[in-house]
């Protein structure tokens, strides 16, 4: 049984420019979550999806959106990126607000 | 807003002994969920422990325990007979229940993390 899978693992990106992450829920979670974590730092919520719909947000500018296929997999669109955005983007999921499991992540680098 | 609070950006023990790590929190919920992860060098989140704020129990998962002082809003994680293996980043997290009746679940706050390093 395959866990949450992401794809790429790693990504380098040029400021202003437009990147999509992608992840792949564990088997039988409908319900995927991304989470932006910066070196040094804990993870922070970006924002949740379920049915395909964004059901919870943190404190993230419009430029960071989302989108969630009818097979629950998930993407992540960040745009204009900045220097800021570099950081390892881990994608969770579960089955209705039970135990979560994480991805290994995508380390996305903005030079 | 919830905040986590972890203390000790870096701890170390010889391998067998016990270690505390520290985490305290504020939030104004009486209802919530608190969390231990683990991420390694592979950079994935594993679940180590979990404690429902509403049970006085404190939980247990064979070498891992926790302290929940909910008066106090502290929320240690402790170690027994550390392995190797369990050299990693803990970051404590907080998570208050759904806000929404279809499911799914709020997202976790973290704390930024304690790096436990157990030496041979």
């Known amino acids: 049984d395959a866990g949450v899978t992401q794809s790429p693992t790693h990504l380098i990106k040029t400021r202003g420019q437009q990147v999509t992450l992608r992840c792949s829920p564990k088997?039988?979670?409908?319900?995927v979550s991304w989470y932006q974590q910066a070196l040094g730092q804990g993870p922070q919520f970006i924002f949740q999806?379920?049915?395909?719909?964004?059901?919870q947000r943190g404190n993230f500018p419009d430029r960071f959106s989302g989108h969630q296929f009818p097979n629950y997999s998930s993407e992540l669109n960040v745009n204009a990126l900045l220097l800021g955005d570099s950081a390892l983007y881990l994608c969770a999921s579960s089955l209705r607000g039970g135990k979560l499991f994480f991805g290994s992540g995508t380390q996305l680098s903005v030079l | 807003a919830q905040t986590v609070t972890q203390s000790q950006p870096e701890m170390s023990v010889q391998e067998a002994e016990t270690v505390t790590l520290s985490c305290t929190y504020d939030?104004?919920?009486?209802?919530?969920?608190l969390f231990w992860y683990k991420q390694p060098p592979s950079r994935q989140m594993i679940l180590v422990i979990r404690?429902?704020?509403?049970?006085?129990q404190n939980a247990t998962e064979n070498r891992f325990s926790v302290n929940f002082q909910k008066a106090a809003k502290s929320f240690s994680l402790k170690i027994s007979d550390s392995q190797l293996g369990d050299t990693a980043m803990y970051f404590c997290a907080f998570m208050k229940p759904s806000t929404y009746s279809g499911g799914g679940a709020d997202g976790l706050t973290f704390g930024k993390g304690t790096h436990l390093i157990i030496q041979p």
């Open positions: 999806y379920y049915e395909e719909e964004e059901r």
């Open positions: 939030t104004s919920e009486s209802n919530y969920y």
């Open positions: 088997s039988g979670h409908d319900t």
């Open positions: 404690q429902e704020a509403y049970k006085q």
